[in-house]
């Protein structure tokens, strides 16, 4: 199975839900070669829920995964904490629903659970817990929450966003200083929100995964290779600015719709 574990399919927070922006987000993830995705979209993302209304009457789920003609789509989000730091939370449709729904008076930077209040909300449900890019400026997690603290996910996410802007050597290098020291797993996650950034970092696993538990065992067991494509800042480059172009175009229409 070649999965991505921090994927989004829309261009922004403020954009609206796009079926078709969709269906074409799943259809160059496949040309990429991708088996699976895990789809963290951001928690305060604006109606957060048209996602799901559409995959629901859409596709069927199977265990523990949209089937998008032959890809695996996990449910998940990234969610915020006060610390500063974004955490992905993958697991069954249910339960990511139950736990946004608690969450509805959260999604505002000032009403944030910090990281120790939003691992107590989540203890009791079956989830895959990853620290998203763990030392990117903007949201260092590693840096804000303390080290122990961290423990309590079941891995970091070596993301591709930061490998293009930091170098990979030196990015790779920080974060498996940080994994080791805890004695804790790196996944690779592209965090793509413009098709032509899947693919710049995937991880080829073993086993054919369809459920969390069967996912987290699995990263856990090590049975998994990180693969980073060589075009990569080239992917990732080139997403970044599509991806600019696109928010400004669909801002500027959701503004004049609006007026």
Known sequence: MIIDFHSHVKISKKSSFSPTYFIEMMKEAKENGLTALAMTEHFNTTRFFDVYDFLDEQYPYINHYYDIDGLKLFPGMEVDVK????ILLIGERRVIKEIRGQLDFHIEDENFLSFEQLMKLVSHYELLKIGA????????????????????????DLNGKDLYAKGIESCEQELRILADELNMPVIGGSDTHQFLQYGSIVNKMEKECSTIDELK???KEGN?????????YLKVKSASLVKKFMKKYLESKSVTILR
Not at 135 to 154: C, G, H, I, M, Y
């Open 83 to 86: 610390e500063g730091g974004h």
């Open 217 to 219: 065992q699995e990263i």
């Open 133 to 156: 890019h763990p030392f990117r400026a903007s949201t260092p997690l590693a840096r804000n929450v303390w080290k122990e603290s961290l423990r309590q996910l079941d891995a970091f």
């Open 224 to 232: 998994f290779d990180i693969v980073i494509h060589p075009a990569l």
